[in-house]
C-alpha cells in the first residue's frame, strides 16, 4: 500500500500546508485550510494526464474542427443561458442555494432531452423514489434512466454500459472515488472527481451537467480550481421566498458571459418568462419619488429594471450607505461626484438604493439613474414612468457612452416608453418611432433636464 501523508489544502486557492493554520500563507485567506490525505506517487501516478488528451505537435490549419450542433433543453432561457443549447463534451457546473430549484431545472431538462438522446440522471442526495415522486409531481412523462450512486468507478462503469449522451451528477460534492482516503466533498476528492469526469466527458463526448453546493458566503463549495476545470458555470439566483428564479452564466467557453435567465416557478416546475422586464418594472401608473428605470445589459440581453432611492435625514455622525442589487462602493463615488460636479449635498442624508425584483447590476450604465433616482427623492420630485435612462458617470461629471446603446433604445421603445435618457455619444442615428431621445453630454445637463420635467 501508498504511504499517505496528511496535508491541508486551501479550499480559495489551492495552496497547501504541512500543519493546519487560522490562515492560508498563500492567499491569506481566513478560515479555508481543510485536511487532505495525500497518497504518494506510486501505482496510480498514472491517472495524471490531460483533459483532453495527449497527442503529437500539429499545425492549427491541419485540424479538422467539426463544429456539432448544440442540443436543445427544451428550456428556451436555459439555452439562452449555455449560447444556444448543449456542446457534446462540454461539462457544465450548476451552482445555487439549497431548494432553489437546480435539481428541478435539470431533471426538466433531461425529460425534454430524453425524446431526442439518451440520458442518465446519476444522484448522490435523493432516493429513487425522491425522485420519481418529483418527476410526478412536475407532470414529466419522460422515462428517464436513472442511478444512485456515489462511487465514481461505479459511476464509470455504468456511464460506459448505457452510453448516454447527456448525464447529470447530482452533486459534485456526494461522489468519491477509492484512490484518495479523504471523505466525500473534500477538497482532494471533489478535484480528483471533477477531473475525472471531465476528462470522460472529453474522450467520450458527452456532455455532464454537475451540481455544486454553494457556501454561506454565495460561492462554490470545493477548490477554486474546479471552477477552472469545467467549461461552463451557472449560478442560480432567487429568493426562495419568491417565485422568480434567476440563472447567469460567469463563465462559458461556448457562449457569452453574464447572460441572464429568468424562470417563475410553478407547482409545475420552472418556466421561462419571455419578457423578464414586467418582472423588474412597476405596474402601477401612480409616479413615486425616487424611482427611475434603467435600461441594463444582461449578457446580450436589454433589461428594464426599476431603481428605487430613498434619502431621509441622518441623526448619526455616519450617515448610512446602503444598496441591493447595486455596488456600494460605486453609490458613495456617486454620491461624491453629485456634490461636486451637481451641486447636490447628501452628506446628512441616510441614503438607500435598491434594484427591484432581486436582479443584481454591475454594469456601470446604471449610473446616470442611480443618481437621479437620489435627486428625485432628495427634491421629492417624481420621474416620469415612461422614461427610462442609462449612462456612465465619471469622476470629472461626465456622461460616458456604454455598448449597445441602439439595442438598449429599442427594447424601451418596445416596452412603451416615450422618453430617453442617454449619453450623447450613444444617440441614434435615426428617429426611433414613439420615442424621443435626449443626449446629454455631463451631469450637469442631465440634472438640467431633469428641472425641466
Known amino acids: 500500500m501508498a504511504k499517505t501523508t496528511t496535508t491541508y489544502v486551501c479550499s480559495q486557492c489551492g495552496g497547501q ?19 487532505s490525505i495525500q497518497e504518494a506517487a506510486g501505482k496510480n501516478a498514472s491517472r495524471f494526464q490531460s483533459l483532453a488528451g495527449s497527442g503529437l505537435v500539429v499545425r492549427l490549419s491541419a485540424v479538422q474542427a467539426v463544429e456539432t450542433p448544440r442540443m436543445a433543453t427544451g428550456l ?4 439562452r443561458v449555455l449560447g444556444g443549447g448543449l456542446v457534446g463534451g462540454g461539462v457544465v457546473l450548476i451552482g445555487g442555494d439549497p431548494g432553489i430549484g437546480k435539481s428541478t431545472l435539470l431533471l426538466q431538462a433531461l425529460a425534454a432531452i430524453s425524446t431526442q438522446a439518451k440520458t442518465l440522471y446519476v444522484s448522490g442526495e435523493e432516493s429513487a423514489a425522491q425522485i420519481a415522486m418529483r ?33 447529470v451528477i447530482d452533486s459534485i460534492q456526494t461522489v468519491y472515488t477509492e484512490q484518495l482516503q479523504s471523505a466525500p466533498g473534500s477538497v482532494a476528492q471533489v478535484r480528483e472527481c471533477a477531473q475525472e469526469l471531465t476528462r470522460y466527458a472529453k474522450q467520450a463526448g458527452i456532455t455532464i451537467l454537475l451540481v455544486g453546493h454553494v457556501t454561506k458566503e454565495g460561492t462554490l ?18 429568493d426562495t421566498g419568491s417565485s422568480f428564479r434567476l440563472i447567469r452564466a460567469f463563465k462559458n467557453r461556448y457562449g457569452a458571459v453574464n447572460e441572464l435567465g429568468v424562470f417563475a416557478m410553478t407547482d409545475k416546475g420552472l ?22 428605470v434603467v435600461v441594463a445589459q444582461e449578457g446580450t440581453r436589454p433589461l428594464l429594471v426599476e431603481i428605487q432611492a430613498l434619502l431621509d435625514s441622518s441623526h448619526s455622525p455616519s450617515p448610512r450607505r446602503l ?16 456634490h461636486r460636479h451637481g451641486g447636490i449635498p447628501c452628506y446628512d442624508q441616510d441614503v438607500f438604493v435598491n434594484a427591484v425584483g432581486g436582479v443584481k447590476i454591475t454594469e456601470p450604465a446604471v449610473d446616470l439613474a442611480v443618481a437621479l433616482a437620489v435627486v428625485s427623492s432628495l427634491r421629492n420630485k417624481p420621474i416620469p414612468h415612461k ?18 446603446g441602439q439595442e438598449r433604445l429599442k427594447e424601451a421603445a418596445k416596452l412603451g416608453f416615450t422618453q430617453a435618457l442617454c449619453p450623447k455619444a450613444n444617440l441614434p442615428k435615426g428617429k426611433i418611432a414613439g420615442m ?18
Open 17 to 35: 500546508a504541512n500543519k493546519w493554520q487560522g490562515q492560508c500563507p498563500h492567499c491569506l485567506a481566513w478560515n479555508t485550510l481543510a485536511e
Open 436 to 453: 424621443e431621445v435626449k443626449g446629454v453630454a455631463s451631469l450637469a445637463e442631465a440634472l438640467e433636464y431633469f428641472r425641466a420635467l
Open 387 to 404: 422614461l427610462a435612462v442609462f449612462g456612465e458617470i465619471g469622476l470629472a461629471g461626465e456622461i460616458r457612452p456604454v455598448q449597445r
Open 76 to 79: 428556451p432561457e436555459f439555452d
Open 135 to 167: 418527476s410526478r409531481r412536475l407532470g414529466l412523462s419522460a422515462d428517464i434512466p436513472l442511478l444512485t450512486e456515489i462511487r465514481l468507478e461505479s459511476i464509470f462503469a455504468t456511464l460506459k454500459a448505457e452510453q448516454p449522451q447527456i448525464a
Open 221 to 238: 463549495a470545493g477548490p477554486r480550481v474546479l471552477e477552472h476545470i469545467v467549461d461552463t458555470v451557472l449560478y442560480f439566483e432567487g
Open 323 to 338: 444598496t441591493v442589487g447595486l455596488d456600494g462602493n460605486r453609490l458613495a463615488m456617486l454620491l461624491a461626484v453629485l
Open 271 to 292: 418556466k421561462g418568462v419571455n419578457n423578464p422586464s414586467a418582472l423588474f418594472l412597476n405596474r402601477d401608473e401612480r409616479e413615486a419619488p425616487g424611482s427611475c
